[in-house]
């Protein structure tokens, strides 16, 4: 079978507009539910930050799928209202791919930046909930965001937390823990996590083992984890490469929720469908076109 974007969508449409609830009828709305999450995963695929920008291109390269499409407002208030019912379809379709239930979990996050000029962290509505922030991987300073991420190695993503840049990486990640472990599994993370505390809790709770690199001030050799953490780095690439994590456009806190969720479901509904298709499950190239 030929895997492209339009066969993405349609598996998305499917499942959505199978699972959701009917709306009410409204003589104004002509686009349903299942059909915004559509254009939202869609225009992550074609990795379009613009609203308007995307419907416009849409109108030519989707008009087959969508016999109408919202206007650019109308699009932009029901992907943030739908926020909440994107982000547990993600969970479906995770919980259908077998990297939900595999053993081996990747555990690290990455910066979700929201600004650079002063003048944007004083006014901006993200202000609340943004901090500034060292990222070791950029070597540089940030102002914004961290995506704390919980992933199989085939990329299925099972627990995710977009989190202000200066909150402590255990912390956040013990409130993963609970959404995205179902007991026993082995944590692969970086150096961050390092803690007996941390391990003795994760242990405690999930009976999970967390295997991280050994630092310098550390005795002995750690365990070789070079081949396993490059899938994280792998995964967190293809959010930012192929669905444009770091061009997510947003200005208030709502809508960075919405955007970002539709990236993760996008990734979600890809490896799902690739897995089904027998094809290598990060291989978002020609789903993209």
Known sequence: MLADLDLLLTAVFATADDLLPEARRNAMRSVTDAEVVTLAVAQAMMNIASDREFLAIAHYRLGHLFPKLPAQPGYWKRRHRLAETIEWLCGVFAQDSPGYHDNVVLLDS???ECGRSVETARRSELGVACAHHYSRSHSRWFWGMRLHLLAAPDGTPRAAILAPADQKERDVALRLFPIGLH???????????????????????????????????????????????????????????????????????????????????????????????????????????
């Open 110 to 112: 990455t910066p979700v």
């Open 183 to 289: 007991g026993g599994e082995v944590i692969v993370c970086d150096k961050g996590y390092a803690g007996k505390e941390f391990q003795q809790t994760v242990a405690e709770r999930h009976g999970a083992l967390v295997l991280r690199p050994k630092r310098k001030n550390e005795p002995g050799r750690g365990p070789h984890l070079a081949p396993i953490r490059q899938c994280i780095e792998s995964i967190f690439w293809t959010l930012k490469d192929r669905l444009g994590l770091e061009r997510h456009n947003a200005r208030t806190l709502h809508g960075l929720r919405a955007r970002i969720t539709t990236k993760l479901l996008a990734l979600a509904a890809s490896v799902w469908l690739n897995h089904y298709l027998g094809r290598p499950t990060r291989a978002l190239a020609a789903l993209a076109t």
